[in-house]
């Protein structure tokens, strides 16, 4: 009979509910509450250099001062004492958040592009955590669809902060090895280029992932990550108006603000952002809505 996992005397590590490139996240329980956690594990193999540890305080420091329905909450964090064998033993960082039932955008999407109304919907959610975020000066870095979870009952919850860095900390640049952060189909100029990412950064792959929900595929697509990359920085998306019906012209002007090359012409806030978004998209609703009172 194998032996229960428990961390800190208190959380019981159950099945593997996701993964990355550094850490699986397990379905857990809280013994204390009775109620389901996620808790996030650096990979094992991974344990052992310390240069993997600091990613996940950050995400832990990070998270642990914003508090906001769509941003995930961090419930607490510790060490797992790994029996690796060593005379000096390996610990292996974990972190108890918040379990977000539900299924991620990135989910969502592969059965096609939402309809109008939702997808402006999940992009005011996004922005909305990003606005509280940015307020309390942590810049995201990383905004895609699969770090956006959709719940049972519709809402929207930012998830990943592992690579998410106070803003004008000047640790957040590029990573080793010349590999820039972010994943290449929503990462902004900057970022490419290797110059530090601020809140407009974030803007900028929202307005990618806004892209995506409108006409089911990213700004950018290539053959490999290095193409898409220079196509942020060197080239311009087709206007979305042309990819889906029903999107006018109103919406192409919000997205060519949203991802413009220079972060100087974007929006300057996600408050800035959601309100040209809403008003467009109000226009959008309330012309359609008159076109087929009139047809009728």
């Not at 642990?64 to 060593?86: M, R």
């Not at 292996?92 to 592969?110: M, N």
């Not at 000047?170 to 972010?182: I, R, S, W």
Request: aromatic content about 6%; overall charge negative.
């Amino acid at each position: 009979m194998s032996t229960r996992r428990v961390l800190n005397g208190r959380y019981v590590v159950g099945e593997v509910i996701g993964w990355g490139g550094m850490a699986k996240v397990h379905l857990g329980r809280d013994l204390c509450s009775g109620h389901s956690v996620a808790i996030k594990v650096l990979r094992q193999d991974l344990a052992h250099n310390p240069l993997f540890h600091p990613r996940f305080r950050r995400e832990a420091q990070a998270l642990a001062g914003l508090h906001h329905p769509a941003i995930v909450s961090v419930h607490d964090t510790g060490f797992e004492e790994l029996d690796d064998g060593s005379a000096t033993g390996t610990r292996a960082p974990f972190i108890v958040l918040e379990y977000v039932a539900g299924r991620s955008l990135q989910d969502l999407l592969t059965g096609g592009s939402p309809a109008l109304r939702e997808s402006i919907r999940y992009l005011v959610g996004i922005l909305s955590a990003l606005e509280h975020s940015h307020a309390a000066g942590i810049v995201h870095r990383d905004i895609k669809p699969a770090n956006v979870m959709i719940t049972p009952a519709d809402a929207v919850k930012v998830v990943d902060f592992g690579i998410a860095h106070a803003h004008g900390d000047p640790a957040a640049t590029v990573t080793q090895h010349h590999a820039f952060l972010g994943t290449p189909s929503y990462v902004s100029p900057e970022q490419v280029r290797g110059e530090a990412a601020d809140p407009r950064s974030d803007l900028y792959s929202a307005g990618c992932v806004l892209y995506e929900l409108l006409t089911g595929r990213p700004p950018f697509v290539g053959d490999d990550p290095v193409s898409v990359a220079y196509q942020h920085v060197h080239e311009e998306p087709d206007r979305v108006s042309l990819h889906r019906s029903g999107l006018t012209p109103a919406l192409d002007v919000v997205l060519k603000k949203a991802l413009a090359k220079d972060r100087k012409d974007r929006f300057r806030t996600a408050q800035a952002f959601s309100e040209a978004l809403q008003f467009t998209t109000h226009a959008i609703v309330h012309d359609d809505t008159n076109h087929h009172a009139h047809c009728a």
